[in-house]
């Protein structure tokens, strides 16, 4: 289903060989560039210097043209290119993490941050110290991946996944029963006095795919570590400070991300 961007709907003037194309606008740098201007079409002013566009749908998939016109309906969009299929190339990690009770727009955050830095899904995690997130955060956050998508350019897009209970994680971690994560070693869980990350990291090779798990606020309890643990996870440091739930996972992932990037170099 085509998705508006900035208030406006991208229309193709020549659709011919877009016929089973779903895409996103990816023109504007906000939502309220050129939001104000759909109300009343585009000014003469506006249409000689809007720059090439380009849209994407969220899965590799990228057109580059130029919008024509924009009125209250939406926009006309000239594609000038055929689409360009774009595979993801970095390690897909999914991150586990208990931020449903964060405030004052730490969530968002996190979300965001996730989003620029490529992770491939993010779960609320819901445990004995954050067990819940509202519907209305899980909406907000939606629209945080998005903006966050558009800004730095992201052709695959992230996934907000439906809150898991801890003991499905166990589940997940124990079975890798996800086909993403499937036969994956890299599982990583942020607590204190555990080996250093880095150091972790240098055992372990370049994987496809793997879990980076964040506690709540407070934590996880004693006995969520050790059945995490058991369950196949290894247990990672980010230093000697208390960190808050958002600057731990973007903390490990951040880690991770490089690691697995300086790897690829390596072998490339």
Same mark, same amino acid.
Request: hydrophobic letters at 40%.
């Given at each position: 289903?085509?998705?508006?961007?900035?208030?406006?709907?991208?229309?193709?003037?020549?659709?011919?060989?877009?016929?089973?194309?779903?895409?996103?606008?990816?023109?504007?740098?906000?939502?309220?560039?050129?939001?104000?201007?759909?109300?009343?079409?585009?000014?003469?002013?506006?249409?000689?210097?809007?720059?090439?566009?380009?849209?994407?749908?969220?899965?590799?998939?990228?057109?580059?043209?130029?919008?024509?016109?924009?009125?209250?309906?939406?926009?006309?969009?000239?594609?000038?290119?055929?689409?360009?299929?774009?595979?993801?190339?970095?390690?897909?990690?999914?991150?586990?993490?208990?931020?449903? %009770?964060?405030?004052?727009?730490?969530?968002?955050?996190?979300?965001?941050?996730? %989003?620029?830095?490529?992770?491939?899904?993010?779960?609320?995690?819901?445990?004995?110290?954050?067990?819940?997130?509202?519907?209305?955060?899980?909406?907000?956050?939606?629209?945080?991946?998005?903006?966050?998508?558009?800004?730095?350019?992201?052709?695959?897009?992230?996934?907000?996944?439906?809150?898991?209970?801890?003991?499905?994680?166990?589940?997940?971690?124990?079975?890798?029963?996800?086909?993403?994560?499937?036969?994956?070693?890299?599982?990583?869980?942020?607590?204190?006095?555990?080996?250093?990350?880095?150091?972790?990291?240098?055992?372990?090779?370049?994987?496809?795919?793997?879990?980076?798990?964040?506690?709540?606020?407070?934590?996880?309890?004693?006995?969520?570590?050790?059945?995490?643990?058991?369950?196949?996870?290894?247990?990672?440091?980010?230093?000697?400070?208390?960190?808050?739930?958002?600057?731990?996972?973007?903390?490990?992932?951040?880690?991770?991300?490089?690691?697995?990037?300086?790897?690829?170099?390596?072998?490339?």
């Amino acid at each position: 289903m085509l998705q508006t961007l900035g208030g406006v709907t991208p229309r193709f003037v020549n659709r011919s060989w877009l016929r089973n194309l779903t895409v996103r606008a990816m023109t504007f740098s906000s939502s309220s560039d050129y939001g104000d201007q759909s109300r009343g079409g585009l000014p003469r002013f506006y249409s000689e210097i809007l720059p090439p566009s380009k849209l994407f749908n969220g899965k590799g998939g990228l057109v580059e043209g130029c919008i024509q016109d924009i009125d209250r309906s939406g926009l006309d969009f000239v594609a000038s290119s055929d689409l360009i299929s774009i595979p993801q190339q970095n390690t897909q990690l999914h991150v586990f993490a208990g931020f449903g %009770t964060l405030k004052g727009g730490r969530a968002d955050w996190l979300v965001e941050k996730c %989003t620029e830095l490529g992770a491939s899904s993010v779960t609320p995690l819901l445990t004995e110290r954050s067990p819940s997130i509202s519907e209305n955060r899980v909406d907000r956050l939606e629209r945080v991946i998005l903006a966050a998508s558009k800004q730095c350019q992201r052709l695959h897009e992230m996934v907000l996944k439906d809150p898991v209970e801890i003991n499905d994680l166990l589940h997940l971690l124990g079975l890798f029963s996800v086909p993403q994560i499937a036969q994956s070693k890299l599982a990583l869980v942020a607590t204190a006095k555990a080996t250093p990350v880095l150091s972790a990291l240098t055992s372990l090779e370049k994987e496809t795919s793997g879990l980076i798990i964040i506690g709540p606020e407070g934590d996880f309890t004693e006995k969520e570590t050790s059945m995490m643990m058991e369950a196949g996870a290894t247990a990672v440091s980010l230093g000697p400070h208390r960190l808050r739930v958002e600057t731990a996972t973007i903390s490990l992932l951040a880690t991770v991300m490089l690691w697995s990037d300086s790897l690829q170099t390596s072998v490339s």
